[in-house]
């Protein structure tokens, strides 16, 4: 073809002769490029489907035989869509150094070469459109201040990068070989139930955090042998497991999802490795400036959060249990004769008492509960997702280990009174940290009262 690459980057003067099906369909894909300036469509049906096209195009419509007009028309491109040899060989003698001249046959081959464009464009906008995002979420990445804000847009990010409505984001513990859920967006409160879950050897966890390439799933009805309740309770369909990895090891996993089956542009994964690259940067910044922060929000002899710290976490949580209607427990603690121990023994057994009964209760909590000291010889222990129930037992079995321990000389026993309150169990609203608390002391005031080494749980009445 004589048509020019200088020309095809400006415009491409195109007429269309034979407007039945084939005709109908280069036009409609000519129309979809801005380099295309279409001079005419011409058919001697006036009801051919190219006719009818032309005219909603406002593009001039020719009812005849258009040969003579050519000859007087500025044209690059004639399309014979006519099949008619006779009009075949009249255009080949009127082209001569006029225009080019493509039949059915080569009209294929135009056709294979403006998909492929037309693909190269669409993926370029998505590329270009995932940047965009992403410059956005390091926007946000740099302006969120606390460990949940971050949680929050980095899930977030992820689901604006793929367009998909729900996302989670857990965290990696290496001390303990765990995943612990940090953030969710688009999925039940129910969800939350299971924060912490460990990394079983040859699973699929295991799996992901083993690659540094995000895993696709259009469809996980293709997998019969994915069997996690959790994730197919929620109704998920489609899902991307996006591994969180810096150079010391696994930091999280990203996972987004959908409710329906989904099919992913080829660009998507080069964008999600670039925001796990995002995230991991995010995550390790906040884990520093947490490792820092945590000189002043600590107890320096347990090493447990501080009473400042409890008061500021309270704030968010009772929020959060009140909106979503999520049970919420505390436990206050006291050990039981603390200052005839300080007394009799001395401070440093005073000290080493409480460092091991630290020691003793982290042990038996979950590792997203948070127990911080309270005074001078009380504990407070704040438990999400939690009712009433579970926080009785919960502390009876913290009562039982403390009288277990033997931390005194002659193997003299020490022990620990508990009191229990729920969120739910306080009628009056709204519910500030500091009636919250009242509340549990009040519950360990009973305990103490009643001869001490046992757990009481508040009541309104």
Same mark, same amino acid.
């Given at each position: 073809?004589?048509?020019?690459?200088?020309?095809?980057?400006?415009?491409?003067?195109?007429?269309?002769?034979?407007?039945?099906?084939?005709?109908?369909?280069?036009?409609?894909?000519?129309?979809?490029?801005?380099?295309?300036?279409?001079?005419?469509?011409?058919?001697?049906?006036? !009801?051919?489907?190219?006719?009818?096209?032309?005219?909603?195009?406002?593009?001039?419509?020719?009812?005849?035989?258009?040969?003579?007009?050519?000859?007087?028309?500025? +044209?690059?491109?004639?399309?014979?869509?006519?099949?008619?040899?006779?009009?075949?060989?009249?255009?080949?003698?009127?082209?001569?150094?006029?225009?080019?001249?493509?039949?059915?046959?080569?009209?294929?081959?135009?056709?294979?070469?403006?998909?492929?464009?037309?693909?190269?464009?669409?993926?370029?906008?998505?590329?270009?459109?995932?940047?965009?995002? $992403?410059?956005?979420?390091?926007?946000?990445?740099?302006?969120?201040?606390?460990?949940?804000?971050?949680?929050?847009?980095?899930?977030?990010?992820?689901?604006?990068?793929?367009?998909?409505?729900?996302?989670?984001?857990?965290?990696?513990?290496?001390?303990?070989?765990?995943?612990?859920?940090?953030?969710?967006?688009?999925?039940?409160?129910?969800?939350?139930?299971?924060?912490?879950?460990?990394?079983?050897?040859?699973?699929?966890?295991?799996?992901?955090?083993?690659?540094?390439?995000?895993?696709?799933?259009?469809?996980?009805?293709?997998?019969?042998?994915?069997?996690?309740?959790?994730?197919?309770?929620?109704? +998920?369909?489609?899902?991307?497991?996006?591994?969180?990895?810096?150079?010391?090891?696994?930091?999280?996993?990203?996972?987004?999802?959908?409710?329906?089956?989904?099919?992913?542009?080829?660009?998507?994964?080069?964008?999600?490795?670039?925001?796990?690259?995002?995230?991991?940067?995010?995550?390790?910044?906040?884990?520093?400036?947490?490792?820092?922060?945590?000189?002043?929000?600590?107890?320096?002899?347990?090493? $447990? !959060?501080?009473?400042?710290?409890?008061?500021?976490?309270?704030?968010?949580?009772?929020?959060?249990?009140?909106?979503?209607?999520?049970?919420?427990?505390?436990?206050?603690?006291?050990?039981?004769?603390?200052?005839?121990?300080?007394?009799?023994?001395?401070?440093?057994?005073?000290?080493?008492? $409480?460092?091991?009964?630290?020691?003793?209760?982290?042990?038996?909590?979950?590792? !997203?509960?948070?127990?911080?000291?309270?005074?001078?010889?009380?504990?407070?222990?704040?438990?999400?997702?939690?009712?009433?129930?579970?926080?009785?037992?919960?502390?009876?079995?913290?009562?039982?280990?403390?009288?277990?321990?033997?931390?005194?000389?002659?193997?003299?026993?020490?022990?620990?009174?508990?009191?229990?309150?729920?969120?739910?169990?306080?009628?009056?609203?709204?519910?500030?940290?500091?009636?919250? +608390?009242?509340?549990?002391?009040?519950?360990? !005031?009973?305990?103490?009262?009643?001869?001490?080494?046992?757990?009481?749980?508040?009541?309104?009445?």
């Amino acid at each position: 073809m004589r048509v020019q690459t200088d020309k095809l980057k400006q415009m491409v003067n195109v007429f269309i002769i034979g407007a039945g099906d084939g005709g109908k369909a280069v036009l409609s894909r000519l129309l979809q490029f801005n380099w295309f300036q279409i001079m005419g469509v011409a058919d001697l049906n006036p !009801y051919a489907p190219g006719i009818y096209l032309a005219r909603e195009a406002n593009i001039p419509v020719f009812l005849e035989n258009p040969l003579h007009l050519l000859q007087n028309m500025t +044209i690059d491109l004639v399309f014979d869509l006519t099949g008619n040899p006779t009009v075949g060989r009249e255009l080949v003698r009127i082209s001569e150094n006029n225009f080019d001249v493509a039949t059915g046959e080569v009209a294929h081959v135009l056709w294979d070469v403006m998909q492929e464009l037309e693909e190269r464009e669409a993926g370029m906008k998505q590329r270009l459109g995932e940047n965009q995002i $992403l410059l956005e979420i390091s926007v946000m990445l740099s302006r969120s201040e606390t460990p949940d804000e971050i949680f929050q847009e980095i899930v977030a990010g992820g689901m604006r990068i793929t367009g998909m409505p729900a996302g989670s984001l857990s965290v990696y513990n290496p001390h303990k070989h765990q995943l612990f859920l940090v953030s969710t967006k688009g999925l039940s409160s129910e969800f939350y139930k299971n924060a912490v879950y460990p990394i079983r050897p040859g699973g699929l966890t295991e799996h992901i955090l083993s690659h540094r390439d995000p895993i696709l799933v259009p469809d996980l009805a293709d997998f019969p042998s994915f069997n996690n309740p959790i994730v197919l309770k929620e109704g +998920i369909r489609s899902l991307i497991a996006i591994p969180l990895i810096s150079d010391k090891g696994p930091v999280g996993i990203l996972y987004i999802d959908d409710f329906e089956p989904r099919r992913f542009p080829l660009t998507l994964s080069e964008s999600l490795k670039m925001l796990a690259t995002q995230a991991v940067i995010a995550i390790q910044k906040q884990q520093v400036f947490e490792q820092i922060k945590d000189l002043s929000i600590r107890d320096p002899l347990t090493g $447990l !959060y501080n009473r400042r710290y409890l008061n500021k976490v309270l704030v968010s949580e009772i929020g959060r249990a009140l909106r979503l209607n999520r049970p919420l427990s505390l436990i206050l603690v006291d050990i039981d004769h603390f200052k005839k121990i300080n007394d009799q023994y001395g401070h440093v057994t005073g000290d080493q008492v $409480l460092k091991r009964l630290t020691e003793c209760f982290e042990l038996e909590i979950r590792p !997203y509960d948070i127990l911080s000291r309270f005074g001078g010889e009380e504990f407070l222990l704040l438990m999400s997702e939690t009712d009433e129930h579970e926080a009785v037992a919960l502390a009876e079995r913290l009562r039982r280990s403390a009288i277990g321990l033997r931390l005194l000389p002659h193997n003299e026993i020490m022990s620990c009174s508990f009191g229990v309150c729920s969120l739910q169990d306080i009628k009056k609203r709204p519910v500030s940290p500091e009636a919250f +608390i009242q509340c549990a002391d009040k519950a360990l !005031y009973r305990a103490k009262n009643a001869g001490r080494n046992q757990v009481c749980l508040y009541q309104e009445s």
